[in-house]
C-alpha cells in the first residue's frame, strides 16, 4: 500500500514538474505599416482640429443629426443584440473562470445491497478541485476572454456602422431634398425659357429649332425632377430602419439645411488604425482564441490533476436497523491520465497548430486590408473635398454673373431672356455645388468608418 502511494506521488511530482514547461506562447503580431498617411493632406494643408473618432458627427454641427444618432444608439436593434451578446459573453467568461475553483456539492442517493435484503439511504458532500495545470488554465482564459473581448469590439463596430448610416443617409436625404427644390427651380425657369422663346418666335426674333430646344431642355429638366423622390423615400425608409420605429419620422419629412462640413484634419497614425479598427481587433482576438484552443488541446496530452474527497452517511431504510449511522469521510489525489486513443489527441494539437498559424495570417491580411481602406477612404475625401470647393468657387461665379445680368436688365442694356439664362446657369451651378457638398460629407463618414471610431482596450493573457 505505502508502494503504490509513493508510486503516485512520484507520478504526481513528475506531472507537476512537466506542467511548468507546458505552455503555448501567444503570436508576435508584427504588422508592416507605414510611417505615416500617403494619402493624408500635407502638413502644409492641414485644416481645422482634428475630428474626435468618439463624436465625429458632431464636425457637421448640426443638432438634427446629433438627436439622431442619440436616438439610433439608445434604439437600434442590431446594437442592442450586440449588448446581450456581450453579457452572454461575459458571463461565459466568469464561468470559464470557476472551472479551475473548489467545487463543493450535495447529493442524495437510495441504493439497495446486492442481496436485495437492506435498502440504504445515502447522504453526503462531494468536493473536487481540478488543478489548472499543463497551461489547461491559461487556454480556457485565453478562449473565455477573445470570446468576451471579441463580443465588445462587436458593439463598437455595431455603433461604427449605425453612426455611419445615420449620418450617411441623414447625408442623403437632405441632399436629396436640395435637390428637389432646385430642380423644381430649374423646371420652372426653363419653362419661362421656353415661353420667352415662343414669344420671340412670334416676333421674328427666333427660329423654330430655338423654341424647340428650350422645348426639350424643359422635358430634360422634368425627367431629371424625379429623380430626388425616390432617393428621398430611400434615405427615410433606412432611417426608420436604424431609429427602430415603423412610422416615418415626421422632422425629417420637412426639407431642411443640408449638412456643412467643416475643414478637417486627418492626421492619425497608421499604428493608431491597429486600435480603432474593429476588422483588427477581432482578427488580434481570433488569434488570441487560437492559442487558448491550442494550449487546451496540449493539455489534453498530460494527466488530469486534482484533489478530491467526499463525506457520506448511509442509513438503512429497511432490514437491520440496529446499527446508528456513520459518516464516513475520504479524501485525496485524483489523477486521470490518457493512455492509447489512437493518436486522436495529437491529431487535435495538430489542427488547433493549423488554426492558429491561419488566425495569425488571417490577423495579417486584416491589417493590409484595413490600411489599404483608409489609403483610399483619405484619398477620395482629399479629390471630393477639392471638388466641393471648386464647386463652391464656380457657384460663387455664377452668382456674380447673375447679378450682373439683373443689373443689365434693370438698365436697359439685356432682355429677360438673358436674365432667365443666368437664372438657369446659377441654379445648375446650385446643383453641383449641392452634390459635391454631399460626396465630400460622405466621403468623410468613409474616412471614419474606416478608422473604425473608439474601441475599448485589449487584455492579452
Not at 420637412?254 to 486627418?266: H, T, W
Not at 489534453?300 to 452517511?313: A, H, N, Y
Request: include cysteine; charge should be neutral; hydrophobic fraction near 50%.
Amino acid at each position: 500500500m505505502i508502494a503504490r502511494t509513493r508510486i503516485l506521488l512520484a507520478a504526481a511530482a513528475c506531472s507537476l514538474l512537466g506542467a511548468c514547461a507546458v505552455s503555448t506562447p501567444l503570436p508576435d503580431l508584427h504588422a508592416d505599416l507605414p510611417a505615416h498617411w500617403h494619402n493624408a493632406p500635407p502638413e502644409s494643408a492641414k485644416l481645422g482640429p482634428q475630428p474626435n473618432l468618439d463624436s465625429w458627427w458632431k464636425t457637421f454641427d448640426d443638432a438634427q443629426l446629433d438627436a439622431l444618432i442619440q436616438r439610433a444608439l439608445a434604439q437600434n436593434l442590431t446594437l442592442q443584440q450586440a449588448q446581450l451578446r456581450m453579457r452572454a459573453a461575459r458571463a461565459r467568461e466568469h464561468l470559464a473562470g470557476t472551472q479551475f475553483a473548489p467545487q463543493l456539492s450535495f447529493r442524495t442517493f437510495s441504493q439497495p445491497d446486492p442481496a436485495a435484503t437492506t435498502s440504504y439511504y445515502e447522504v453526503g458532500f462531494d468536493a473536487l478541485w481540478e488543478l489548472p495545470l499543463f497551461g489547461r488554465g491559461a487556454g480556457t482564459a485565453r478562449v473565455a476572454a477573445a470570446d468576451a473581448q471579441t463580443a465588445a469590439t462587436q458593439i463598437s463596430a455595431a455603433r461604427v456602422s449605425i453612426t455611419a448610416e445615420v449620418a450617411r443617409n441623414y447625408v442623403d436625404l437632405r441632399a436629396a431634398q436640395a435637390r428637389a427644390a432646385q430642380f423644381d427651380r430649374i423646371v420652372e425657369l426653363r419653362r419661362n425659357a421656353l415661353e420667352l422663346a415662343q414669344v420671340r418666335l412670334r416676333l421674328k426674333l427666333a427660329s423654330r429649332d430655338d423654341v424647340d430646344k428650350a422645348a426639350g431642355e424643359l422635358v430634360q429638366a422634368q425627367a431629371d425632377a424625379a429623380e430626388p423622390a425616390a432617393a428621398i423615400a430611400q434615405a427615410q425608409q433606412a432611417l426608420d430602419v436604424l431609429l427602430a420605429q415603423a412610422q416615418p419620422d415626421a422632422s425629417l419629412q420637412a426639407p431642411g439645411p443640408q449638412p456643412s462640413l467643416r475643414d478637417v484634419q486627418f492626421t492619425q497614425a497608421p499604428a493608431d488604425l491597429l486600435r480603432t479598427r474593429p476588422e483588427i481587433r477581432v482578427a488580434e482576438l481570433e488569434v488570441l482564441n487560437a492559442t487558448g484552443e491550442l494550449g487546451i488541446a496540449r493539455a489534453d496530452l498530460w494527466p488530469k490533476l486534482g484533489l478530491g474527497g467526499t463525506l457520506i452517511s448511509a442509513t438503512r431504510v429497511n432490514g437491520d436497523l440496529d446499527h446508528p449511522n456513520k459518516a464516513v469521510p475520504s479524501a485525496g489525489p485524483i489523477i486521470d491520465i490518457p493512455l492509447f486513443d489512437w493518436g486522436a489527441r495529437r491529431d487535435t494539437v495538430t489542427a488547433r497548430d493549423a488554426q492558429l498559424q491561419a488566425a495569425v495570417l488571417g490577423y495579417r491580411q486584416a491589417v493590409l486590408e484595413g490600411v489599404a481602406e483608409a489609403e483610399s477612404a483619405l484619398a477620395q475625401w482629399q479629390r471630393d473635398h477639392a471638388r466641393a470647393a471648386a464647386a463652391h468657387a464656380q457657384l460663387a461665379l455664377a452668382n456674380d454673373a447673375k447679378a450682373r445680368a439683373d443689373t443689365l436688365r434693370h438698365i436697359g442694356l439685356a432682355d429677360k431672356s438673358d436674365a432667365v439664362q443666368s437664372s438657369i446657369a446659377q441654379a445648375q451651378a446650385q446643383l453641383q455645388a449641392s452634390v459635391a457638398q454631399r460626396d465630400a460629407a460622405i466621403a468623410f463618414i468613409a474616412v471614419y468608418k474606416s478608422l473604425g471610431g473608439a474601441l475599448p482596450p485589449l487584455v492579452m493573457q
